[in-house]
């Protein structure tokens, strides 16, 4: 067998992206067990909790899909199709143009009215589509391969 850099990269494929589901998977175990603040606090320690549970989760988000990108090795990984993997790469990029737009319109809200409302709902767009690109990309893939076998 040939260790060429493309046979390297693409025997990451799947454990990349099996890093992401498992750090999503534990993510959402994780917020699900948070418990209730106390009824005199302020509840800032679940806050900040729950804003590492964010970061977690989108740091799986960004391992699964960056994972399902890279190019499978010859004779193992995913085989996906160029519109595919067009899916994924928007799954991975809209949620960097939507943190993006916000953090522009913090700092630009000042000098442009009505830039905030709209950077809002480029941000909750963009971050609610990804996973939609994502689960479009597999979804797809999987009827391919039910196709296939019938």
Do not use: C
């Not at 959402?28 to 977690?56: C, H, K, M, R, T």
């Not at 199709?81 to 991975?92: E, G, S, V």
Request: hydrophobic content about 60%.
């Amino acid at each position: 067998m040939e260790w060429s850099p493309r046979a390297i990269l693409g025997s990451l494929q799947l454990p990349v992206a099996g890093v992401g589901f498992g750090l999503l998977v534990l993510t959402l175990l994780y917020a699900n067990s948070i418990p209730p603040s106390p009824p005199q606090s302020d509840g800032f320690v679940e806050g900040l909790a729950g804003f590492f549970i964010l970061v977690f989760g989108a740091i799986g988000f960004v391992l699964l899909v960056a994972g399902l990108l890279i190019p499978p090795g010859p004779g193992y990984g995913i085989h996906f199709t160029r519109k595919q993997r067009w899916l994924f790469a928007y799954a991975l990029a809209a949620p960097l143009v939507g943190v993006g737009a916000f953090l522009a319109s913090l700092t630009l809200s000042a000098a442009v009215g009505g830039l905030f409302e709209a950077a809002v709902s480029v941000f909750f767009v963009a971050l609610s589509t990804a996973p939609l690109a994502l689960l479009a990309g597999l979804g797809w893939k999987a009827v391919q391969v039910a196709t296939a076998r019938i």
